[in-house]
């Protein structure tokens, strides 16, 4: 385990270096406004920020700072700097995305086990078609349309906004970021159980004379692998899912903060949010590796 | 009034009948050999008996132990004679135990299940257990899971379950079957001995007749999933009554192979081959290489056969891909045909290739899904004849297919369409086509039937006596090597233990390793 | 068959059975894209309208089979034309296919603000019929200008049907080539580390682990948005994200092929490694390669759109389905059906790759179903 995390720091490395490198080779600057700067001004604002130093040396100094925990100042929001932003959008991003990965398990695993259980059945098929459903439509139609049917026709909940999360605004955004995991969760747990049932150690057990519940326990446990082994890309999926849920809502998330520091050439504030979004993803990454090894003896040997 | 009475029992699929009216009998204490090849239907008795039959499965007649009927029973019934009373040990033991749960825990599982034993109390009996069942360190192997056993130990732990609640019946499904067979030997000796301790009775499912001669008191032989003949074994054996039964009696390996001729040219000459793999590679160094094949000597003339055996891990088989050339770990002086293959690189061995062609062991996996059988058969000469038009390979590869006894009008069909026995045909007329010198056959016969296997070693017989073959004929099973080969040579973990002409070293065996596989393998008298 | 395949037999009917209902699903997916793919090919030109032009009287048109213009918006529309010609419209008379009226003013009218009637989206050219005396009554006919918007409008009063159909010529191109992309670094790259093997195999995939780790789709973010919003940046940037997992299921089929003994046995019989892998290796992983392809589709499609979406994608005048998306979810209240229009047009495509691309991953694993 100490080995996947030493293998971690190149991965950040590269993320780091490769954003670095794509934001300051791209054309235009922070400073470029709709009214230009007088270029005194100019020069004297990218001698703030560092700007006027070779390629190499801002490199340098941005990963010093980086090792230190600071990731800068704003280019676009003054005063404030890079750290104090994502601190502000963090709790938001973190509970949807902890309440859409919550939802999206519980709700998978059921639906994958009462497909698998009475396969076949009609809510076998119902539960394949919702698979292929939430698969295939993507969140930026989802979002509109749950504003619609619950915003505006019902008029049950608000169709965006945050309010320092108010249950009633995170039920559409979570809803939305969890349709999708839902499907390929439920997708995978009916697999899993599916093809654990055709096993030969299921018949082994079922030689035994043992209860159906001890069977489907062990079934379950088979089924779990699979659906472990997909919570890593899950968090990458709720991250990317989050930026169109932040933007159709109105959410003040870390992935809203990315699109305008994108949009704004906020230098600093993007790359603080990829590698704060990197770093997510390789904690996720090594917690999935954990659980595996916890639920699978053979990876633990592995070491 | 007999422990298990199977009347009339009928097993169906769509559109295949697998099993058509068995009928069989076991009395308490007493062992039934169920014999039949693959597809014989015998494995499809055993799960109709045990009710594990897949769902699209229609059975019917009536299977009734101790009196109480088992077909069409509901599942709670099933489930207190499943496990308590009938025990069932399966062939593959890879595969047959959760990789998930520790050893001790699937042992406890019907403890607890159909005797209400709680936790400690199930672990301490597993552990009683695992040691009737010879394993070693029985309170140690409690917390381990099956990938760290090895194939005989999980086959044991099998056992122990099956037995763990004191069954009255055992059904085991070719128990021994994937199994070495110093490991088999061992696994039938404790069989036999629990049997007598606990006086079970078993149904004993095998393909392999010498088995069921030596563990059971009778003998019901299956063919195409009717019964074919039933009674004593000892009669069955001695007087078949059935012509199906002699068929299959007569399939045992026979004969004896004549030494080829005095001053046959010397074929294959190698000195000191070895394989060693690099070690596994850390992040900086590289660890001690595994040394798979060391220091190997052989010589072969023309029409001359050496039978190599050995068990699994014994590197026959990397023995038989460096004498190819096809192993890149391997070193040591080889010459075909007086040209020393040693030194050369692979574009200067590629026209020597034709001397020397290997047949493999997996009929499904030595022949290309994607290609026809008579593209495959032809393949070689491409690289060898390159100035034959793709009419005349084909008209080639027709002669190689009546060669090896197969219609030349199916050259056009995919591997798929083949039994094995006619895909191990297409793989040797794949390599006869270049008229070798040289025929490397790495276990060919072992995926097969004896039926099929008969016919595979006679075409091979015919094939060496028309075009004076040397072959090197890997295998694990003596009664083929016996049947086959001039000379045997031993190997145990890379190393020659033992070699010799046939008749010496499988009938006079010198070295402790061989008398221990020569008996295990229960050959019958020459 | 053995009593061991006699088990996978069972199954086996019950896999056919599968397939067959997985092939009725996928034919008719196949048939769904087969339209999709002509009607966004051919279907612009038959529209009867640019995908781009404006009418500027039609906006936020909801979909319809009526022939626009409505009768009643006629002699409205007249009525402003009129304003803004600086003449008063009397006598008018709205037949089925003209109108026929009056222009007076106080002064002698020009017949020059004829021109107004052809600029508007309802009349086409008019002529003059009659002129009073004086000049200041001139008696005209207008042809209407009739129109359907099948799908209703955008916005801007542009038709949204022949805008979906061209959006969809966009995204559907995109992913084709998006994936050509990924198939072409995927399967060069996976094979050649598959076959290599050894310390190769293991740099090459180290590399891929690494990139696998990457939050990739905001590397295309800061592509797009500071690179320019170009399309061939775009599918360039898609296909180079998604050809990783190309790589890793060629690598392994390779890798598995490899082990195979008919491959060794085309070793045995000298087969240069070229031909090994032209005949041997690329056959055999054809199957997984052309199920992945065709699941990747939408994969791309969806990537696209999703930049699109955020106004990073693809840029107006020219349009895809998630330019068009983002534009119905601005305006939900208002048009919903700029919202389902292109969203259904969207998902039914995703959904007929998607069911595709499964029914040839179950028709072509030679492992079976999963």
């Not at chain 1, 502000?88 to 995305?97: D, E, H, M, Q, Y």
């Not at chain 2, 045992?252 to 004549?258: C, N, V």
């Not at chain 2, 015919?462 to 003596?478: C, K, M, T």
């Not at chain 3, 995109?174 to 290599?196: C, H, R, S």
Request: hydrophobic share 50%; charged share 20%; glycine share 10%.
């Amino acid at each position: 385990m100490l080995r996947r995390l030493a293998q971690g720091v190149p991965t950040l490395l590269v993320v780091v270096t490769l954003s670095f490198f794509l934001v300051r080779l791209a054309p235009g600057g922070p400073f470029d406004l709709e009214r230009p700067l007088a270029p005194a001004a100019m020069e004297n604002l990218r001698r703030v920020y560092g700007l006027d130093q070779p390629l190499l040396v801002q490199f340098g100094r941005y990963l010093a700072a980086l090792a230190r925990g600071d990731l800068g100042p704003s280019f676009s929001v003054r005063d404030l700097s890079v750290a104090e932003l994502l601190a502000r959008g963090l709790p938001v991003s973190a509970t949807l995305g902890a309440l859409a990965l919550g939802l999206a398990l519980a709700l998978g695993v059921s639906l994958g086990g009462l497909a698998a259980w009475r396969r076949g059945s009609a809510l076998d098929h119902a539960v394949t078609a919702l698979g292929t459903l939430g698969l295939t439509v993507p969140g930026f139609v989802v979002a509109p349309l749950l504003q619609i049917a619950f915003g505006l026709t019902l008029r049950w909940l608000p169709v965006g906004g945050w309010e320092d999360g108010a249950p009633r605004n995170l039920v559409l955004p979570v809803a939305t970021l969890a349709l999708p995991q839902v499907a390929v969760i439920a997708r995978l747990t009916r697999a899993g159980l599916v093809e654990a049932a055709g096993r030969p150690h299921l018949r082994t057990l079922r030689s035994l004379g043992l209860a159906p519940r001890t069977l489907a326990l062990h079934a379950l446990r088979g089924a779990a692998l699979p659906v472990v082994a997909y919570l890593g890309p899950a968090a990458a999926g709720l991250l990317t899912g989050s930026v169109v849920v932040e933007t159709v809502f109105g959410l003040p998330g870390v992935g809203r903060y990315f699109v305008d520091g994108a949009l704004n050439r906020d230098y600093t504030l993007v790359m603080g949010t990829v590698v704060l979004i990197g770093v997510f993803v390789l904690v996720f990454n090594l917690l999935t590796d954990l659980a595996y090894a916890l639920v699978d003896p053979r990876v633990r040997d592995q070491g | 009034m007999s422990l298990l009475a199977v009347r009339a029992l009928r097993v169906r699929y769509p559109g295949l009948t697998a099993l058509d009216g068995l009928d069989l009998d076991i009395a308490r204490s007493e062992t039934l050999a169920l014999v039949g090849e693959s597809g014989s239907g015998k494995s499809q008795a055993a799960l109709a008996v045990m009710g594990l039959l897949p769902a699209d499965a229609a059975v019917s007649g009536s299977v009734r132990f101790d009196g109480t009927e088992l077909v069409g029973a509901p599942r709670r019934a099933l489930d207190r004679v499943r496990g308590a009373r009938i025990g069932m040990v399966f062939q593959e033991p890879m595969t047959a135990l959760d990789p998930l749960f520790t050893v001790g825990h699937q042992i406890g599982l019907p403890l607890r299940a159909h005797r209400g034993l709680g936790r400690r109390q199930a672990a301490a009996r597993a552990r009683d257990l695992l040691g009737l069942v010879g394993l070693r360190d029985a309170a140690g192997r409690l917390g381990a899971y099956p990938h760290e056993l090895s194939g005989g130990e999980r086959q044991r732990v099998m056992i122990a379950m099956a037995l763990a609640c004191e069954p009255d019946l055992l059904v085991a499904d070719e128990p021994t079957t994937a199994l070495d067979v110093t490991v088999q030997a061992q696994l039938l000796d404790l069989l036999a001995g629990l049997k007598e301790r606990l006086g079970l009775a078993m149904l004993f499912i095998t393909h392999d007749l010498r088995l069921a001669r030596r563990i059971s008191q009778r003998t019901a032989v299956l063919r195409a999933g009717r019964l074919v003949e039933a009674g004593p074994t000892d009669r069955l054996f001695a007087a078949p009554r059935a012509a199906e039964t002699r068929d299959l009696l007569a399939a045992e390996p026979a004969g004896r192979k004549s030494p080829p001729p005095a001053g046959a040219p010397t074929v294959l000459e190698a000195r000191g081959v070895g394989v060693a793999y690099p070690g596994r590679r850390g992040l900086l160094r590289a660890g001690p290489p595994r040394v798979a094949v060391a220091g190997i000597d052989v010589t072969l003339r023309a029409g001359e056969t050496l039978g190599v055996v050995g068990e699994s891990g014994s590197g026959k088989s990397s023995l038989g891909r460096a004498l190819l050339r096809l192993e890149p770990a391997a070193h040591g002086l080889v010459r075909v045909e007086d040209r020393d293959l040693t030194r050369l690189d692979r574009r200067q061995l590629r026209p020597l290739r034709r001397g020397f062609q290997p047949v493999f062991q997996d009929p499904t996996g030595s022949l290309s899904p994607r290609l026809t059988a008579g593209e495959i058969v032809a393949e070689g000469l491409r690289v060898h004849a390159p100035s034959l038009g793709a009419a005349e390979r084909d008209a080639r590869a027709a002669e190689a297919f009546a060669e090896v006894r197969l219609d030349p009008a199916w050259r056009h069909r995919y591997p798929h369409a083949f039994s094995g026995g006619q895909r191990q045909r297409i793989a040797i007329a794949r390599a006869m086509i270049l008229r070798p010198r040289l025929v490397i056959l790495d276990e060919p016969t072992s995926a097969l039937d004896r039926t099929v296997q008969r016919d595979i070693v006679a075409l091979l017989r015919e094939l060496q006596a028309a075009h004076g073959l040397a072959y090197l004929f890997i295998s694990h099973d003596l009664a083929v090597v016996r049947a086959l080969a001039d000379a045997v040579l031993v190997l145990r973990g890379g190393r020659a233990v033992e070699r010799g002409p046939t008749a010496d070293v499988l009938e006079r065996p010198r070295e402790a390793y061989t008398r221990a596989l020569v008996a295990a393998a229960g050959l019958g008298p020459a | 068959m053995s009593a061991r395949d006699l088990d996978d037999g069972a199954s086996l009917a019950l896999r056919v059975r599968r397939r067959l209902l997985g092939d009725r699903l996928a034919g008719a997916s196949l048939a769904v894209l087969l339209g999709v793919a002509l009607a966004c090919l051919v279907g612009p030109l038959l529209t009867g309208h640019p995908y781009d032009r404006i009418y500027y009287d039609y906006p936020r048109t909801p979909p319809s089979l009526a022939l626009y213009p409505r009768p009643g918006t006629v002699e409205p529309a007249l009525a402003r034309l009129a304003f803004r010609m600086r003449v008063r419209a009397e006598d008018v008379a709205v037949g089925p296919d003209a109108v026929r009226l009056t222009l007076a003013a106080d002064g002698p009218v020009d017949a020059r603000v004829l021109t107004y009637f052809a600029r508007s989206d309802l009349f086409g050219a008019a002529r003059v019929l009659a002129r009073s005396g004086d000049g200041t009554r001139l008696t005209v006919e207008a042809p209407l200008r009739r129109t359907r918007f099948l799908a209703g409008t955008d916005g801007l009063g542009r038709d949204l049907l022949t805008r979906t159909l061209a959006g969809g010529r966009v995204s559907l191109a995109l992913g084709l080539m998006a994936t050509a992309v990924a198939l072409g670094i995927g399967v060069a790259y996976g094979a050649a580390a598959g076959y290599l093997g050894g310390r190769a195999d293991a740099v090459m995939m180290r590399l891929v682990d690494i990139l696998y780790a990457l939050p990739f789709v905001f590397f295309v973010i800061m592509l797009v948005v500071f690179f320019g919003r170009s399309v061939g940046l775009i599918f360039l940037a898609v296909g180079a994200v998604e050809w990783l997992d190309m790589a890793r299921i060629v690598r392994a089929e390779a890798m598995a092929i490899r082990r195979q003994d008919y491959v060794r046995a085309a070793e045995a019989l000298g087969l240069t490694t070229a031909a090994i892998l032209r005949r041997h290796v690329v056959p055999n992983t054809l199957g997984p390669v052309v199920a992945f392809a065709a699941l990747l589709v939408p994969r791309v499609i969806l990537l696209e759109s999703f930049l699109s979406f955020l106004g990073l994608g693809v840029q107006e005048p020219m349009t895809s389905w998630g330019v068009l998306i983002a534009d119905g979810a601005r305006s939900i209240e208002t048009s919903p059906w700029m919202l389902l229009v292109p969203a259904c047009a969207l998902v039914a495509t995703l959904m007929a790759l998607t069911l595709l691309g499964e029914g040839l991953a179950d028709a072509l694993d030679p492992r079976g179903p999963r």
